[in-house]
């Protein structure tokens, strides 16, 4: 049974930092993150492939972002430095067999950036 928890969201400055936390029940072969603004389509933000340990990134992040996964906590994390207003959403973590789709996803935590 696969279920993903996520934690670490708030309201942050442009420019602060925030580390985002999913705790895992079972390691699936991909797991990231997805943002999503209401009205708007779901973003790919980063991923982690398991069985490679080869990471993903979307543009928009890269450089900003490090997603690194701890097996032992069994927790994916997030760190997402100087945070702009464009990046102010509901962050969720998403979890699958492969990293071309997502079949399990976690409730999601908001985070928030003021200019």
């Known amino acids: 049974q696969v279920q993903l928890t996520e934690s670490g969201g708030g309201s942050v400055q442009a420019g602060g930092s925030l580390a985002l936390s999913c705790k895992y029940t079972y390691e699936m072969r991909c797991i990231g993150w997805v943002r999503q603004v209401p009205g708007q389509e779901r973003e790919d933000v980063a991923r982690?492939?398991?069985?490679?340990?080869?990471?993903y990134y979307a543009d928009f992040v890269r450089g900003r972002f490090t997603i690194s996964l701890d097996n032992a906590k069994k927790t994916v994390y997030l760190q997402m430095n100087n945070l702009q207003p464009g990046d102010t959403a509901m962050y969720y973590c998403?979890?699958?067999?492969?990293?071309?789709?997502?079949?399990?996803w976690g409730q999601g935590t908001q985070v928030t950036v003021s200019s």
């Open positions: 998403a979890a699958g067999d492969t990293c071309g789709s997502f079949d399990y």
């Open positions: 982690f492939h398991t069985v490679v340990d080869r990471t």
